[in-house]
T-cell receptor, first 112, second 118 residues
């Protein structure tokens, strides 16, 4: 089955700097890769996703890149703000699989 | 995106009792709902997948007789933790999707339910 590895487990950056979180997946058939932000005591919220037919997607300060050959995808947050502090999860889903397989999570702390 | 609610948000119960958690999709028809469990500082672990009108499919290691799932309508799924014990204390999160709709692939997550078993 699919296996998703996420790094780093914790990340601390200065406000205004960029943050990058990386994930690798094992199943080359996976074709949907969402990123979720989870604040303390709350459910995950989708912040951006990418499908296997594109290599990059951007939404304001957030971007995701996908390298299908290497089977890895990354989340990029630019001009970080204190409210970006949270736990971020990557996930992968195969065609027709319905199930999301999550990475281990990254605790991002933005230092003012 | 679509909105998913959970009730209750927090529940404390005595060991041996049963607890029911509701998951509702408020503005779309959820053909499939998922139940996850999350321990502190850990990732989400899928417990089961339920399709409306059919029996849930449980992940390996999840006891179906202990975690009863019902998906009786396109907007409601329930998870009942039977004979709860302290080790069942966790954060339970549901998500909903509609594979046939415009939100293909996307799962919309509820706010979670914190279960504490004394």
């Amino acid at each position: 089955g699919e296996n998703v590895e996420q790094h780093p487990s914790t990340l601390s950056v200065q406000e205004g700097d960029s943050a990058v979180i990386k994930c690798t997946y094992s199943d080359s058939a996976s074709n949907y890769f969402p990123w979720y932000k989870q604040e303390l005591g709350k459910g995950p919220q989708l912040i951006i996703d990418i499908r296997s037919n594109v290599g990059e997607k951007k939404d304001q300060r957030i971007a995701v890149t996908l390298n299908k050959t290497a089977k890895h995808f990354s989340l990029h947050i630019t001009e970080t703000q204190p409210e970006d502090s949270a736990v971020y999860f990557c996930a992968a889903m195969g065609p027709g699989a319905q199930k999301l397989v999550f990475g281990q999570g990254t605790r991002l702390t933005i230092n003012p | 995106g679509a909105v998913v609610s959970q009730h209750p948000s927090r529940v404390i119960c005595k060991s041996g009792t049963s607890v029911k958690i509701e998951c509702r999709s408020l503005d779309f028809q959820a053909t499939t709902m998922f139940w996850y469990r999350q321990f502190p500082k850990q990732s989400l672990m899928l417990m089961a997948t339920s399709n409306e009108g059919s029996k849930a499919t449980y992940e390996q290691g999840v006891e179906k007789d202990k975690f009863l799932i019902n998906h009786a309508s396109l907007t409601l799924s329930t998870l009942t933790v039977t004979s709860a014990h302290p080790e069942d204390s966790s954060f339970y999160i549901c998500s909903a999707s509609n594979l046939a709709g415009v939100f293909y692939n996307e799962q919309f997550f509820g706010p979670g339910t914190r279960l504490t078993v004394l």
